[in-house]
């Protein structure tokens, strides 16, 4: 089988969720790519960029913004996993992406991070986050 880029990034992503302790199952959520299901009750939606260096820019088309809702809308945790190159991965919970994204928006929406000092700072469509990300969030806040 013939490995596509994108799967290098999501696998890395993947590798350290599996590697939690409290990690039990993934499955595909259905047939979109980087939609999983870990354990019975988070969902995630996961996108990458294969920049070597930020910022990084991540965009968010209307089937993308569907598949959140519904997410949201059947009672899982909902996160959005974004693979920033071979640097680190932004983990996004629904209280921060809402902030970013329009989740009603019938155009794309995008969010963009970059790292100017030791967190990340994150923005998109509709603000930025008032405070940073940490880099060791994930895979830890999934699981909490």
């Excluded at 920049?51 to 991540?58: L, N």
């Excluded at 996993?81 to 994204?101: R, S």
């Amino acid at each position: 089988m013939k490995i596509d880029r994108k799967d290098l990034y999501h696998g890395a992503a993947l590798t350290q969720i599996t590697e939690h302790g409290s990690f039990k199952a993934l499955n595909k959520a259905d047939t979109k790519y980087g939609h999983y299901l870990v354990n019975t009750d988070r969902r995630l939606l996961t996108k990458h960029s294969e920049k070597a260096s930020g910022p990084w820019q991540f965009t968010f088309q209307h089937d993308d913004l569907e598949s959140l809702k519904a997410d949201m809308i059947s009672g899982f945790s909902t996160y959005i996993v974004l693979v920033c190159g071979p640097v680190t991965v932004c983990l996004l919970d629904y209280n921060e992406f809402v902030q970013l994204i329009d989740l009603d928006a019938t155009t794309q929406q995008w969010i963009r991070v970059q790292i100017p000092k030791a967190s990340m700072q994150v923005s998109g469509s509709e603000g930025h986050l008032k405070r940073a990300v940490k880099h060791n969030g994930f895979p830890n806040r999934i699981f909490e």
